[in-house]
C-alpha cells in the first residue's frame, strides 16, 4: 500500500519568514495531494490540494509543488503569522481506474510554531 | 459552504455505557467516514459509507457500529468501550468516486474519554 513519510516533525519560525514542510509518497499511481491544517482542538482543514496533471499551485501565501518523478510534494508558507501556527498533514491518494476513489493515506504530521 | 457538524463535542463515558455519536453534513456529498485521532498523530481511517452503504471497514472492533440513515447523516453508536478507546473522533465528507470535486472535509471532531 501507499506509505508516506512527513518531514520535519517540528519546526519553528520566526514571524515573516518562510516555512516548508516536505512529503514523499511511495506509490507512483497516487495522484491527489491534499494539505490539512490542524489547530488545536478542531479538525483538520484542508488548505490546499494538487493534483498530479499540476507541478505547483499558489493560494495567497500558501503554494503547493509537485515532483512526480522524485515522488514529492512540498507545502510552502511566506510571510508566517503567529496564526500559521498548527500541526499540517500532508496525503495521498489513489484513484483506481474502477471509479472509486481510494482513501488518504496521511504524513504523521509537523508541529509548525511561527514566533512572534 | 463546507461545513461538517459533530455532536456532541466531548463525551465521557463508562466501560459499560452505550453512546452514540453524530455527524451532518449539507453539502451533497455522497461518502462519508469515520476516523479515529490519538494525540499527535494523523487521522486513522475507521469506516467508510459510499451512496449510504458502507463501503470500507478497517478492521474495526464490534464495539464500534457506524449507521448511515440517510445521505447527510453518520452515526457511531459505541458500546462497551475500552480506556484505549479514547481519542478524537472525526467525520468527514467528500462526494463520491474520483476525480475533480471530491474533496475531504472533515468536522471538529468529539472528544471520546473512556474511564
Redesign the interface.
Same mark, same amino acid.
Request: aromatic share 10%.
Given at each position: 500500500g501507499e506509505n508516506v513519510e512527513q518531514h520535519p516533525s517540528t519546526l519553528s519560525v520566526q514571524e515573516g519568514d518562510s516555512a516548508v514542510i516536505k512529503c514523499t509518497y511511495s506509490d507512483s499511481a497516487s495522484n491527489y495531494f491534499p494539505w490539512y491544517k490542524q489547530e488545536l482542538g478542531k479538525g483538520p482543514q484542508l488548505i490546499i490540494d494538487i493534483r498530479s496533471n499540476v507541478g505547483e499551485k499558489k493560494d495567497q501565501r500558501i503554494a503547493v509543488t509537485l515532483n512526480k518523478t522524485a515522488k514529492h510534494f512540498s507545502l510552502h508558507i511566506t510571510e508566517t503569522q503567529p496564526e500559521d501556527s498548527a500541526v499540517y498533514f500532508c496525503a495521498a491518494r489513489i484513484s483506481i481506474s474502477s471509479g472509486s476513489a481510494r482513501q488518504l493515506t496521511f504524513g504523521s504530521g509537523t508541529q509548525l510554531t511561527v514566533l512572534p | 459552504d463546507?461545513e !461538517?457538524t459533530?455532536t456532541p463535542k466531548h463525551l465521557v463515558m463508562g466501560m459499560t455505557n452505550k453512546k452514540s455519536l453524530k455527524c451532518e453534513q449539507h453539502m451533497g456529498h455522497r461518502?462519508m467516514?469515520w476516523y479515529k485521532q490519538k494525540a499527535?498523530?494523523?487521522?486513522e481511517?475507521m469506516f !467508510?459509507y459510499?451512496y449510504e452503504k458502507l463501503?470500507?471497514n478497517e478492521s474495526v472492533p464490534s464495539r464500534f457500529s457506524p449507521e448511515c440513515p440517510n445521505s447527510s447523516l453518520l452515526n457511531l453508536h459505541l458500546h462497551a468501550l475500552q480506556p484505549e478507546d479514547s481519542a478524537l473522533y472525526?467525520c468527514a465528507s467528500?462526494r463520491?468516486? $474520483?476525480?475533480?470535486g471530491?474533496? $475531504?472535509?472533515?468536522?471538529?471532531?468529539t472528544?471520546l474519554t473512556v474511564t
Open positions: - | 463546507t !461538517v459533530q461518502a467516514y499527535k498523530k494523523p487521522p481511517l !467508510v459510499s463501503s470500507i472525526l467528500s463520491a468516486g $474520483q476525480g475533480k471530491n474533496e $475531504q472535509y472533515f468536522g471538529p471532531g472528544r
